[in-house]
């Protein structure tokens, strides 16, 4: 298991040559920078904005198309009524202190745990020890606070570290009390800053000329789906187990946006609702399929005892052992991990971490995140709950619309019970006022009650019944208001409120992961030196751009052959661009390596000759040379993913390059 | 061209058939409608979702690739500062009128209109004429004000016909002027509406934790793009000229949406930005491909003489005419005719209308737009504005970013001039507050002064100007602080602020208005009846779902062959659903016209004997049998556009069916 960020080839990660290159490519830039740019708000451009859709769309295919779920769209936009039941307006909140002197606001989690990295760094230097910044598997941001040569006591050490590892767990009290206790203090002024108090994370605004409905921008695109449930049960054939799908832009007004794609106020999610009925162990029909998979475990013990040890284990052996919570949970991790794996993830920095008790919803019945390691620590790119029946009750409970299955059962359930009828016409003008009440009353006796109330009717012509508030405290009901009797009561129908599970994709923190995953230098890997020359080595099924198209020159011979091979790629819907630029072949290929660009084509003097091109691997710089149908359908099965390129390499003629001059820029 | 909303088969729209179908089949449905839905706001079901995918899909297809555009995807939430500049926090907005009485808040063209409508009808009524709901093609929405028979005076009924036909072009005084000339009144109260006022139609939020930085969710994705200019223009090399591309959301806080997905709050647009060099005639060097395309033309003048007759003409025509401003933008008119048609818009319905002055932002160069013809009348789907270089001037100048393109010239320009050198180290000094008039009054002299100014300081030492406000008005000045010379200028590039032609697509409205399009009812076609059976005949390539899978029957036997089938369709990406409920085969193909399915695979005995299968088109309810490979194959070619049916019926045998049970529901 990798604990540090590294490059693909295990260089270690150069984030600010990454990060140089990433703008000088245009993969994504701040918002607004002509006008000074605003936190957490991020543009993609071309190759962002393209392997953003290679995701989406592969994502599509591995879920939706994979299941038959069914796919929605719904508004960003939405009432404050719906979030008020759905507990976002009163709970959506992240823990926020203010700096008494100049009103810094610090987000109170980030600053406990700054301080008392910066601490413990500090500690460390003051040992001797070697400190590394990038050796602290939870760090998930830059550090504010400088880090002093001071010495802590051993317990001391250990009580920082046992924090840190279950800073999560800690609510806005808790956090505060931290602060006092280990006396707390903003860097820029060192004055410890106010109580925490719940900063809510949705951003308003008003629907409406007259203004007057409030609504939100949604923080998830969950409710969406819960809202449609029983239309999507109706177009499902009333058929269960079913998930609907979303993707789709969300929001949340994050206190200090920092880490790039990471922390964004603006992002885009892809969320699954699998409903499911609770009863008989949320079993999956298709789990023998992902049975043993294998997964990198993180779980609640051992976070809650300060560690972060993983365990590796087949998910067909982590719900056996309850590590995991049932079977439509693991079904779900073990999926989730193979697309992780088919977008190009490195699986050697991946793990999935349960949620701790306080980091759950109280409804929760059990969650794991999908934790991708990278140079800002592991960052949580997936999220998987067991949501319960909590939404659909809420919204059922507010709107009294009936959000439950209703299923025919093969053998009707029958009860035996004593049952009581009223006769509603007498009883409303006997008791006046206190009808309902009287009413309440009776309805609510229980099966012993109601044996002795039977028994006081039939022997008495009457029954005495205790009702606070009525009278004297109790009543007194005549047979001819009320029947009490034993009868038979068949049900043939079974209604239940499904539960949900909920796999939740930030797209933009996997992307930014998946960029950092399949980075890698090619000078620093031939021993050529320092020059930058940095390569993502994308899958080509997600790369921005499946082929580069290079004339050898400006000579105008080429022309034809660019714009033929060009036809025909966009014909097979297959992204190309062409770099007829008067640099060299080995700077166009360069640039292109930069942008992850797979494949390139180069048309030559041969090409005029005999019509032939060459095909380039970006990964291995290798060639093969064929006609040009044949390189086009090497290319089909590459992007497709039905071959590597190994096999194309075996299939096809090698070229030996005449690409001598490889210096960048 | 048709003037009145048809089905694809020429029969009376029955509006509300339709609705109750595209509920039914859960195409959109109101957002919360639990909550008792919000105005406006929409959510796509499952068949809406994948053909707003579909449609989306095709359009990148058609634009994005085709041309190499660089498509980018930048946030929705823009802050203030951005839209101040634009102009939109000042003139984005609709005129508004609030009832006295009942606070009624009513968006004063359309009330305007729709009294006059109301009153027309009334006189129609008065004068014993046929009164169609559906006659006026102008109508964009419900009639609220009902009509009463009065006779009107003949100059009043071509008054008011004059008014309607340009009821875009007035401002919110003329409207006022409108309402008070002809007395118009709310119907609900009997009242005159308060004057227009405007009212600003983004949805207005703050960002961060301090509330501190206002900003829009954007009522455009082209705001973006321009911020991202420079950089764009970095990424394609400064080659011009160019195109950036952008879907997403956009937002609009309508006074009062109606008309179902035809007037939202929230909406996913493409915007497409070309960025082109002012000088030259804006030619387009693909313009000769669309030389021939034969478009329907409602030009300004014949709306603002009232009437609404359209003009057929080839876009090669129109631009030599001038009655379409440039190549670009007709290169773009003629591209969006290209792809309504291909997503299978019905071409009689379609008619490119310009915009009037009043219409049109007051930097637009021409703008037309592209309508659709529907049961609510004409629809506005897609723009297509020449917006000069207004935005990127505007932004460039309010943040100083060199939104602009330089380009090297093959021939240096060579000036000879007067040239003024002022000393500044000493010019200061000397005139103290005034150096800076006195500078700018010298810079801001012609050549002819310049010249007489020379001769004064070699003559006399000294120059004496008129600089009005500084001492007594007359300034003299040595030839210590100023040189004046006629010398030589070479200028070898040229600098320029690119105009952009904007192609701006409202993907719900076309969404909406493909589906009556293509919507026709069997039964009447049939003469079978009153019975609903509706069609959707979605061209294969924007349906839905491409294939239903229906076994003849719940045997076992044909499970294996279902499955078996689905996992190739899956495997190829090829969109299909499995229907093996109760129901006939009849039933369940009729329900799969409503989804617009446009193939069907049936599984029966003989499947199991043979492993043939049949395959049923949609719109023709003719089938063909053949093995299972040779209907996959002919699926994927009708699905990619390669085939029609007509070319699979005339390869394959036709199997006559055993569609016997056709009754619906």
Redesign the interface.
């Known amino acids: 298991m990798t604990t540090t960020a590294t490059t693909l080839k295990g260089q270690p990660l150069d984030r600010q040559t990454l990060d140089a290159m990433l703008r000088r ?2 993969f994504f ?1 701040p ?5 000074g740019g ?2 957490g ?6 190759p ?3 392997l ?2 290679n995701i989406v769309e592969t994502w599509r ?1 591995h879920f939706i ?2 299941e ?1 779920m ?10 404050h ?2 979030l008020k039941t759905s507990g976002h307006v009163d709970k959506f909140a992240d823990w ?1 202190c203010k700096d008494p002197k100049n ?1 810094d ?1 610090l987000r109170a989690d980030h600053f406990v745990e700054d301080v008392l990295e910066a601490r413990l760094k500090g500690d460390k230097e003051a040992r001797g020890q070697k400190v590394e910044e990038e050796d602290d598997p939870k760090k998930k941001k830059k550090r504010k606070t400088k880090a002093e040569a001071v010495k802590l006591e051993d317990a001391v050490v250990q009580e920082y570290e046992e924090i840190l590892a279950k800073i999560d767990n800690y609510n806005g009290e808790e956090l505060g009390e931290l602060i006092k206790k280990y006396d707390l203090r903003n860097p820029n002024t060192g004055l410890q800053p106010s109580p925490p108090v719940a ?1 809510n994370l949705m ?8 203004s007057n ?1 409030p ?1 939100y ?1 949604r923080p998830e695109t969950a409710q ?1 789906q819960f ?2 449930f ?3 049960l ?2 499902n ?1 009333q058929q269960m187990p079913f998930a609907s799908a979303s993707i789709g ?1 969300s ?1 949340r ?1 994050e ?2 946006p920092r880490a790039g794609l990471l922390r964004v ?2 992002f885009l999610m892809a969320e699954i609702e699998h409903f499911v009925d609770p009863e008989g162990g949320k079993k999956h029909v298709r789990f023998p399929e992902v049975n043993t998979v294998e997964l990198t475990l993180l779980d609640r013990h051992t976070q809650l005892a300060g560690k972060t040890d993983v365990k590796k284990m087949t998910i067909g052996d982590a719900v056996s052992n309850k590590v995991v919570d049932n079977e439509t949970l693991g079904y779900f991790l073990a999926r989730i991990h193979l697309f992780l794996q088919k977008i190009g993830v490195d699986m050697n920095k991946v793990r999935f971490r349960q949620h701790m008790e306080n980091e759950m919803a109280h409804y929760a019945a059990d969650c794991w995140d999908a934790e991708l390691l990278t140079s800002s620590g592991w960052i949580e790119c997936v999220g998987c709950a067991d949501r319960s029946a909590y939404d659909l009750s809420v ?1 059922a409970k ?2 009294g ?1 009936p ?1 439950v299955v209703r299923e025919r059962l093969d053998e009707p359930l029958i009860f035996e019970e004593w049952q009581v009828e009223i006769d509603k016409k007498k009883f409303g003008p006997q008791f006046k006022k206190d009808g309902k009440t009287v009413e309440a009353a009776l309805e609510g006796t229980t099966q012993e009650q109601r044996e002795k109330l039977a028994k006081q009717l039939t022997d008495n012509g009457e029954l005495e019944l205790e009702v606070v508030g009525v009278g004297s405290g109790t009543v007194k009901v005549s047979k001819d208001l009320v029947k009490i009797e034993f009868r038979k009561r068949v049900e043939n129908t079974r209604e239940f409120t499904p539960n949900v599970i909920e796999p939740s994709f930030g797209i933009g923190r996997i992307l930014y992961s998946l960029i950092e995953h399949v980075y890698w230098n090619r000078a620093t890997e031939d021993g050529a030196g320092d020059e930058a020359r940095g390569v993502l080595s994308f899958p080509p099924t997600v790369a921005p751009t499946k082929v580069l198209i290079v004339p050898l020159s400006a000579n105008k011979q080429f022309q034809p052959f660019v714009s033929k091979i060009s036809q025909k790629l ?1 014909k097979y ?1 297959i ?1 190309a ?1 062409v770099d007829s ?1 008067s640099a060299t072949i080995g700077k166009r290929y360069s640039r292109n390596d930069e942008l992850g660009t797979p494949l390139g084509i180069t048309i030559d003097f041969q090409t005029v000759q005999d019509s032939t091109i060459t095909l380039r691997d970006r990964d291995s710089t290798k060639q093969v040379r064929a006609d040009e149908d044949t390189i086009i359908a090497a290319i089909q099965s590459l992007v497709t993913g039905a071959k590597e390129w190994k096999d194309v390499a075996a299939e096809l003629p090698t070229f030996e390059s005449q690409e001598v001059d490889v210096t960048v820029r």
């Open positions: 490519r245009l830039t918002a607004f920078e002509i006008y605003v936190a708000l991020f543009d993609y451009g071309p962002g904005c393209a953003q859709a295919k198309l994979e038959d069914l796919e929605i769209d719904t508004t960003v936009l939405t009432p009524e719906v926020m009103g606001i900063f951003f308003q605004t008003a629907i409406g000329p007259s409905l609504g921008l969406g809202l449609n029983a239309k999507l109706d177009f054939m832009k929001y007004n206190i200090s106020r603006e919204h507010k709107t619309a959000l966009r819907g992204s661009r630029s």
